[in-house]
């Protein structure tokens, strides 16, 4: 849905998920959208966890439709294949199966009213904060290559000019060493992944510990695992946005993003950022005008 010849267009920079509240009411930068604008589009790229959104308002339509994909993968089995096409989320009800509960409550090409489409951004935001948390908590604590907390100023900052303007060096130092250590992560993380793809990394439930641990099958070596609990909510989370499950590779993809913002410094220093790989999580908006 890009703007071509006979179109006026505004784009916008990428802005932290965060700081996006209401997609209806306008693009990220607290502008509402323009009164004269005959489309507008509202991306949310969710790169780190291997998936892509787009909601469209069209006035023709009085609505917006919403279109996302997500990776697919189906080297080991077609039956058990994960992920989808852009193509296979839009197809109307009769012309493909569906996809899960989102799918058919906010895709197959339906028009969808203000109000749908800020109750899938909240989702959006949840599934963010949660992978987020994931991230820091659960994942990164238990890497062979140690990452630690990324570095925040002080609570209370010196008044001294001078004494400030040291602390303001150290914490660039600080961050400047995280993003290396990062770098470093996802180097062994997309080892994990390239591998896994090859390999087949499956889910093991282990009740008795209250963990879900993910293993190679063909050597049944375990990589990574993470409490049960919060694999189940994030699962849920994961769902209902895309429709889909979390696998051992969308947990990989997270740790693939980590430090994104090599030497930047961002509100999402996490996963944001950018790179020859694109941002983590990000949203902007989009419209146009035919002239």
Known sequence: ASPGAGRAWRDQEPWPVDDCSDPTAGPCDATPWDGKATARLFHAGLAALGHDALVEWRAADGGWRLVQCRRRNCDWDEAACYGYRAIEWSSPRDDAPSLGAAHDELGRGQVLDDAAVRGWWARVRRLVKL??????????????????????PRATPPRDAAAAAAAEEQLAKRRDAWHKRALKVRAWARGLRDRAVD??????????????AFVYASSNREIFSVPLKRHEAFAEAFQAVTSDIPTGE?????????????GVDVDDAVTGGGGDDGLGFFAKGLQWEDV
């Not at 992978?131 to 908590?137: I, N, T």
């Not at 969308?250 to 090599?262: D, F, K, M, P």
């Open 131 to 152: 992978a987020r948390s994931m991230l820091l908590d659960e994942l990164a604590p238990n890497l062979p290559v140690p990452l630690g907390a990324y570095p925040e």
């Open 199 to 212: 390999e087949d990394l499956i889910e093991m439930p282990l009740r008795a510990k209250e963990v879900v």
């Open 250 to 262: 969308t947990y990989l993809e997270l740790l693939c993003h980590v430090g994104h913002a090599i």
